[in-house]
Nanobody, 118 residues
C-alpha cells in the first residue's frame, strides 16, 4: 500500500493540528495503521496505532489524552488529531501500515514536519 502523509506545519504551543495519511493500492481495511515521529538527534518512536477495524487503539504515554487516532476505511485515510501541542512534539511525523496478522510495519509514507513553537 502506498501512503501519503499531509497536514504538518508550524503551530504555537497549546495549538492543534490534524495529520492525514491517504492510502492507495491494496485493501486499506486489511491494514493496521500507525503514526510515528522522529525528532532531530532522537530515535523514531511510536505515537499511535489503530486496528484495521478502528476499534483498537494504542497511544504512547507522552501523547495520551492529547492525540487521537482515527480512520475512515471508506476514504482509505487515517488521521491523527493533535491537541494541546507542546514544543517537545516537534518532529517529522510518518504514517505506516502493517498487514493484519503481521508484526512488520511494511509500508511507510514520507514524513510531514510538525513544529511547535513555545
Amino acid at each position: 500500500v502506498q501512503l501519503q502523509a499531509s497536514g504538518g506545519g508550524l503551530v504555537q504551543a497549546g495549538g492543534s493540528l490534524r495529520l492525514s495519511c491517504a492510502a492507495s493500492g491494496r485493501s486499506f481495511s486489511n491494514y493496521y495503521m500507525g503514526w510515528f515521529r522522529q525528532a532531530p538527534g532522537k530515535e523514531r518512536e511510536s505515537v499511535a496505532h489503530i486496528s484495521s477495524s478502528g476499534i483498537v487503539t494504542y497511544y504512547a504515554d507522552s501523547v495520551k489524552g492529547r492525540f487521537t487516532i482515527s480512520r475512515d476505511n471508506a476514504k482509505n485515510t487515517v488521521y491523527l488529531l493533535m491537541n494541546s501541542l507542546k514544543p517537545e512534539d516537534t518532529a517529522v511525523y510518518s504514517c505506516a501500515a502493517r498487514l493484519r496478522g503481521s508484526g512488520l510495519w511494511s509500508d511507510w509514507g514520507q514524513g510531514t514536519q510538525v513544529t511547535v513553537s513555545s
